[in-house]
């Protein structure tokens, strides 16, 4: 993302960056049917008609939270696993990042789980891209440690995705916060996809 350069770009960004914030807060809570334009608006600040100036629409608002969180996902497992020394250093790196996806989103992934109906068929479709393409890097990671067929390791990746995306239904926000809860689920994952068949 670049910085935009001026005060009024800068302040514009920022309350773009609020209403999402805002938007993420309260679809978790309520649930996307649950939330009007105007509530998304006084979370921030501002009325319900000024949110129009960032986003078309409240379904665009989900639009943008979720694929943006997918867009970030591919680039930092693309970021991460290009840092790595060894396949090994890869794997465990692509789960560093996951698990303090999961224990900082937890909001982004109770709206994913339970909203993405809501969206136009066009967001769903790109977040389902940027969903395969994020399965896929791992897919290849986990390739250069086990020897199995890409089905096989698919379905260790993804149960290892529901391990650690089940942690904002299953877990205080408090425990979520203690350095040694992202520890035992990177240990969790590593063992849950390196596990013997």
Partial sequence: MTTPGTARERAKAERTDAILSATAELFAARGYPGVSLEEIGAAVGVSGPA????????????????????????????????????????????????????????????????DIAYLTDEARADVRRLQRAYIELWIDALAALIDEDRDSLRLRVQACFGLLNSTPHSTSAALRARVDTAHVLSGMALAALLAQG
């Fill in 51 to 114: 949110v129009y100036r960032h986003f078309a629409g409240k379904q665009a608002l989900l639009g943008a939270l979720l694929i943006g969180v997918s867009e970030r996902l591919v680039a930092g497992g693309l970021d991460v696993s290009s840092a790595a020394a060894s396949p090994r250093e890869r794997m465990e790196a692509l789960i560093a990042f996951h698990v303090r996806f999961a224990l900082g989103n937890a909001e982004v992934i109770r709206v994913q789980d339970r």
